[in-house]
T-cell receptor, first 116, second 108 residues
Framework: NAGVTQTPKFQVLKTGQSMTLQCAQD?????MYWYRQDPGMGLRLIYY???????DKGEVPNGYNVSRLNKREFSLRLESAAPSQTSVYFC???????????????FGPGTRLTVL | GQSLEQPSEVTAVEGAIVQINCTYQ??????LSWYQQHDGGAPTFLSY????GLEETGRFSSFLSRSDSYGYLLLQELQMKDSASYFC?????????FGKGTRLSVIA
């Protein structure tokens, strides 16, 4: 079991360039998430997908798009990168059950993105 | 909306006990989670409380009081490897919302 995998691990972009961050999970989870983490800001939700075929905005969606390709894969796209998007990006998947009696998120190793 | 408050930093001595508090405001509360993150690493799940009371897992315990909108993470027999950031997170009608984290430094 690889858990949650992310590619790439590191990336440097110039302002205006585009890129896609890839995420995959092999735990058969319905829910998947993209977060960004900045110093002192904790984890902020960018987008999430409660199930295959659905996506919803989180707290900080501007400048990003997502695709839930299938149950395993959830990608994050930056169409025109800006320095403010320099951050560490984490993908996660969840065991969240109906009614919230259990809710455990499993995180990938992260992508460290720098936008110059 | 949802908001969480936790101390930004805590320092404790190796072998001691430390408690990290978390207060929250949320609508449609389901439960409170705790995650650990070492520098350069990914957050990892520690505990989840949906019901009032204390949950114990080895050296770590987590407590929830729904009526007080309050919880804490208790770490016993502190070890140097426990130096990390600890995040509380609330689960409600929307996905998890994380606090800004508490950086725990364990000193000899």
């Amino acid at each position: 079991n690889a858990g949650v995998t992310q590619t790439p691990k590191f990336q440097v972009l110039k302002t205006g360039q585009s890129m896609t961050l890839q995420c995959a999970q092999d735990m058969n989870h319905n829910s998947m998430y993209w977060y960004r983490q900045d110093p002192g800001m904790g984890l902020r939700l960018i987008y999430y997908s409660a199930s295959e075929g659905t996506t919803d905005k989180g707290e900080v969606p501007n400048g990003y798009n997502v695709s839930r390709l299938n149950k395993r894969e959830f990608s994050l796209r930056l169409e025109s990168a800006a320095p403010s998007q320099t951050s560490v990006y984490f993908c996660a998947s969840s065991t969240r059950t109906s009614g919230g009696l259990t809710d455990t998120q499993y995180f990938g190793p992260g992508t460290r993105l720098t936008v110059l | 909306g949802q908001s969480l408050e936790q101390p930004s930093e805590v320092t404790a001595v190796e072998g001691a006990i430390v408690q990290i508090n978390c207060t929250y405001q949320t609508s449609g509360f389901y439960g409170l989670s705790w995650y650990q993150q070492h520098d350069g690493g990914a957050p990892t799940f520690l505990s989840y409380n949906a019901l009032d009371g204390l949950e114990e897992t080895g050296r770590f315990s987590s407590f929830l009081s729904r009526s007080d909108s309050y919880g804490y993470l208790l770490l016993q027999e502190l070890q140097m490897k426990d130096s990390a950031s600890y995040f509380c997170a609330v689960s409600g009608n929307t996905p998890l919302v994380f606090g800004k984290g508490t950086r725990l430094s364990v000193i000899a």
